[in-house]
């Protein structure tokens, strides 16, 4: 079986049509809530799907995989940084993703849910940045 990151791919493309359909303002509160509502559950999911991606990737570069089975999810995105999968900034974007995830799965407050979906696009191209990395690692240990 190879490993590939389409899932990682359809949650990313879910997400984006989600903020599509957020963009017309034709919908009624209901339908504007729905896609909000799902927006974030598309980002809360494909944050934890890049997560288990990225560990199984990080597993290539190491004789030890159950060192990086002990790893925390943002230990994994500062092991990401350091075999050059992600830079600097980049993993200091993914640390405040996964903050604000955690956020969200706690805070329902509308504002809140505002502020998340200011971040989204840029989220979405982080993690189509990162499933190509993480999509070479895997096809450079196939």
């Given at each position: ?5 389409q ?10 049509q989600?903020?599509?359909?957020l963009?017309n303002?034709?919908?009624?509160k ?6 909000r ?30 060192e990086?089975?002990r ?8 092991q990401?940084?350091k075999h050059?999968?992600?830079d600097?900034?980049g993993?200091?974007r993914w640390?405040a ?6 956020a ?19 989220y979405?191209n ?12 895997f096809?450079?240990?196939?």
């Amino acid at each position: 079986m190879s490993l590939n990151v389409q899932h990682l791919l359809n949650t990313l493309q879910a997400l984006e049509q989600a903020l599509k359909a957020l963009e017309n303002k034709d919908n009624n509160k209901v339908m504007q809530d729905l896609f909000r509502n799902a927006a974030i559950k598309s980002f809360e999911l494909s944050l934890e799907t890049s997560g288990k991606l990225l560990r199984k990737a990080l597993k290539a570069f190491t004789g030890n995989p159950r060192e990086v089975d002990r790893l925390v999810f943002n230990d994994l995105l500062r092991q990401a940084g350091k075999h050059a999968m992600l830079d600097l900034e980049g993993v200091e974007r993914w640390l405040a993703y996964r903050k604000n995830r955690n956020a969200t799965a706690h805070d329902y407050d509308e504002a809140f849910a505002n502020e998340t979906l200011a971040m989204l696009p840029a989220y979405l191209n982080d993690a189509r940045a990162l499933a190509q990395e993480i999509q070479k690692v895997f096809d450079a240990n196939a």
